[in-house]
């Protein structure tokens, strides 16, 4: 998995938990920002390993921009254009674009932890702390009226412990990620609880080294 795809995955799990609340396909899309979207995408799988990478994904956002002013509320295209400025490393674009992207889905408390980290890496640490704090008050206040049985319960549980690093209460994160390791009875899932439990803080804002295989989740469609 390639760094910001792990990244992403990490803060709001849209590519590792089939059952996250992000995976919501939007109904409806303009057939030409979808075509957009699909080409700004095939450039950014293409751009890996390549020299001057940043201007292929320049272009790959000047798509997306396209496909995004067509269809203003087509989810999949804004998700797109963050990741590839997180990739460029364009913190403070990825900021603005995390905002419309929470725009699009208010109520998502996944995204909400997004946007925090989004305004971590643009530097402004204060913003931060404080959608961290409204973030998990909101996780605590989901998860307490959940079903274990939920099929969203253990990705939120995920975010929770994800927050609560975000937050400096490191043990209180890392042992949510053991809970989960050890009563997880799926071998699909236990890996990459295992693998949270791994990293460090730091990992989670920005992503472990980039390393690139043929079964990176690159979304490409919807």
Request: charged share 20%; hydrophobic share 35%.
């Amino acid at each position: 998995m390639n760094k910001v795809s792990l990244l992403i995955l990490l803060l709001i799990f849209c590519y590792g938990c089939s059952h996250s609340q992000v995976t919501q396909v939007q109904a409806k899309v303009n057939p030409e920002a979808l075509k957009l979207n699909n080409q700004a995408m095939q450039l950014y799988a293409n751009s890996l390993g390549i020299n001057d990478r940043n201007k292929t994904l320049e272009q790959a956002v000047n798509l997306l921009n396209k496909a995004v002013k067509i269809d203003s509320g087509y989810f999949r295209a804004n998700w797109n254009k963050c990741l590839i400025q997180n990739t460029m490393k364009q913190y403070d674009s990825a900021l603005v674009t995390s905002k419309q992207i929470l725009k699009l889905r208010p109520k998502n408390v996944d995204i909400q932890l997004m946007v925090g980290t989004a305004y971590e890496r643009a530097g402004d640490t204060v913003s931060a702390a404080k959608y961290y704090t409204s973030t998990l008050l909101t996780y605590n206040n989901i998860l307490d009226t959940m079903s274990i049985k939920n099929e969203a319960y253990k990705t939120l549980k995920v975010g929770k412990a994800i927050t609560l690093i975000m937050l400096h209460q490191d043990k209180k994160g890392y042992d949510m990620f053991k809970e989960l390791y050890t009563t997880e009875t799926d071998p699909n899932y236990k890996p990459m609880y295992q693998n949270f439990i791994g990293l460090t803080r730091h990992d989670f804002l920005y992503g472990p080294e980039e390393k690139v295989t043929s079964e990176d989740p690159i979304p490409i469609t919807h």
